[in-house]
């Protein structure tokens, strides 16, 4: 079943950035992965990937542009899958290029990104 990731334009007390500083935000929004969300992530068309899910009643995708993105940010930085996942669950700033605004939200396993 497809459902679109919006989570990432949603704020919350707890985003990762109201937590920081005012020049620490500033580096973040000065940064090479703020500027790949604004101008990568957020344009990905999550309803071109629809058709590769079942309209039955079965579980939901991970978010499309999520996993888009992260392969994406893994070719360019020269990644490994592994790499890749250690990058999402602990860089801030390739948090912050995923969309991903609380150290609590989950991007993908690994097994969904095999599967």
Not at 60 to 78: C, D, E, Q, T, W
Request: hydrophobic residues 35%; contains cysteine.
């Amino acid at each position: 079943m497809f459902r679109e990731n919006t989570t990432h334009l949603q704020t919350s007390f707890f985003d990762i950035e109201r937590q920081l500083s005012e020049s620490k935000r500033k580096k973040i929004r000065e940064s090479e992965e703020y500027n790949f969300y604004q101008l990568i992530f957020k344009k990905i068309k999550e309803e071109d990937f629809a058709v590769l899910y079942s309209e039955n009643g079965s579980r939901p995708n991970s978010a499309v542009n999520i996993m888009v993105s992260a392969i994406i940010l893994a070719y360019r930085k020269g990644w490994t899958i592994k790499e890749m996942l250690e990058q999402i669950d602990f860089n801030l700033l390739t948090r912050t290029a995923l969309g991903l605004n609380r150290m609590d939200d989950t991007s993908f396993c690994e097994a969904t990104f095999f599967n």
